[in-house]
């Protein structure tokens, strides 16, 4: 008998051992719009920017966290960004408070007109 209850006790111990807690953190998904009016002129035209604020990434959020965009030029379609689009090429940065999206020529050298209004998919993954 004491055999068996011994037994009984060291499986449940080893049972307990053996579990471990996961935290689960769900992403984020912000979406925002970006209308032409939003765009700023850089380098006379050959770039521009525009900004999103996002209160969500604070410094510790930008420095262990991650950040995924896309954008759609229609309806439902998203591509994710760095993306060439009709000869444009898209970028963005990330600091506290804030996305900015660049454009530019994917050559470079060229001229570029910004979009009309474009929808923005932000993705924040939180690392712990």
Not at 83 to 99: A, K, M, P
């Amino acid at each position: 008998m004491k055999k068996s209850v011994f037994l009984f006790a060291m499986s449940i111990m080893l049972l307990g051992a053996g579990c471990k807690k996961e935290y689960i953190v769900p992403n984020r998904t912000i979406f925002a719009t970006l209308n032409p009016g939003n765009w700023i002129k850089l380098d006379g035209g050959r770039s521009y920017t525009a900004s999103i604020n996002m209160p969500e990434i604070d410094n510790n959020f930008n420095d262990y966290g991650a950040v995924l965009v896309y954008i759609s030029f229609d309806n439902g379609t998203y591509e994710q960004i760095p993306q060439v689009y009709n000869g444009v090429s898209y970028s963005y940065l990330t600091r506290s408070g804030q996305i900015a999206l660049e454009i530019q020529s994917s050559d470079g050298i060229g001229t570029v007109t910004p979009p009309g209004s474009v929808k923005v998919k932000i993705v924040l993954i939180e690392s712990i």
